[in-house]
């Protein structure tokens, strides 16, 4: 079992950059991919990117790629998403969460969700 606990949300203007943290507990959390997801108020959640189980391989929504990066630091057990050139659009809660395949390639069927932070863009 794998338990996730995100960090790091807040309010930024836009432009700005954010850096969310997912620390997990489990000793076998090195062999999940693990994705980010967000959902923004009356709005469906939606697939943000992920990172493979070893850290080599990522995958990104079209809307964030070139501006948002994920990293992972096996060690301390850590996945990073890393938000730069933050749109208003972005604001939406943020989730991480666990996938056993260890590919960043599923948007769907991950088996372990945080509980959210909170990230705020303004105008």
């Known amino acids: 079992q794998v338990q996730l606990v995100e960090s790091g949300g807040g309010l930024v203007q836009a432009g700005g950059s954010l850096r969310l943290s997912c620390a997990a507990s489990g000793r076998t959390f090195s062999s999940y991919a693990i994705g980010w997801f967000r959902q923004a108020p009356g709005k469906e959640r939606e697939f943000v990117g992920a990172?493979?189980?070893?850290?080599?391989?990522?995958n990104y929504a079209d809307s964030v790629k070139g501006r948002f990066t994920i990293s992972k630091d096996n060690p301390k057990n850590t996945v990073y998403l890393q938000m730069n050139s933050l749109k208003p659009e972005d604001t939406a809660v943020y989730y991480c969460?666990?996938?056993?395949?260890?590919?960043?390639?599923?948007?769907?069927?991950?088996?372990?969700w945080g509980q959210g932070t909170q990230v705020t863009v303004s105008s």
């Open positions: 969460a666990a996938h056993d395949s260890g590919s960043p390639y599923y948007t769907k069927g991950y088996d372990y």
């Open positions: 990172i493979s189980w070893s850290g080599r391989t990522t």
